[in-house]
């Protein structure tokens, strides 16, 4: 199993990115996926997260992203997404995704299968 993601760059405050985790190696919706993320300084933190198909694709988030941030899936391309917008300077960080057989984790010693990550700069 082998997760890369993409998509990441430098944004303006108040602009919009669409990140992308695309699987190798077993189906996207196999497992649960979360997003989580890393500023300077700080520990990682929880940003988002889907259910396996299994569990009917249910999608969770952080309060700090809830109404901005859109996790979701697409199994033809085999690839989760995490659609961002309206971001602030708290969204400059590197994005990982990761999997999971736990539904609606939200620490990342839960997630044994991580990708190598992407930054993402908001400039204000």
């Known amino acids: 199993v082998q997760l890369v993601e993409s998509g990441g760059g430098l944004v303006q405050a108040g602009g919009s990115l669409r990140l992308s985790c695309a699987a190798s190696?077993?189906?996207?919706?196999?497992?649960?996926t979360g997003w989580f993320r890393q500023a300077p300084g700080k520990e990682r933190e929880f940003v988002a997260g889907?259910?396996?198909?299994?569990?009917?694709?249910?999608?969770h988030y952080a309060d700090s992203v809830k109404g901005r941030f859109t996790i979701s899936r697409d199994n033809a391309q085999n690839t989760v997404y995490l659609q961002m917008n309206d971001q602030n300077s708290e969204a400059t960080a590197v994005y990982s995704c990761?999997?999971?057989?736990?539904?609606?984790?939200?620490?990342?010693?839960?997630?044994?299968?991580w990708g190598q990550g992407t930054q993402v700069t908001v400039s204000s």
């Open positions: 889907i259910t396996w198909a299994g569990s009917g694709g249910v999608t």
């Open positions: 190696g077993r189906g996207v919706n196999e497992f649960s």
């Open positions: 990761a999997d999971t057989y736990n539904d609606l984790a939200t620490t990342d010693t839960a997630y044994p299968v």
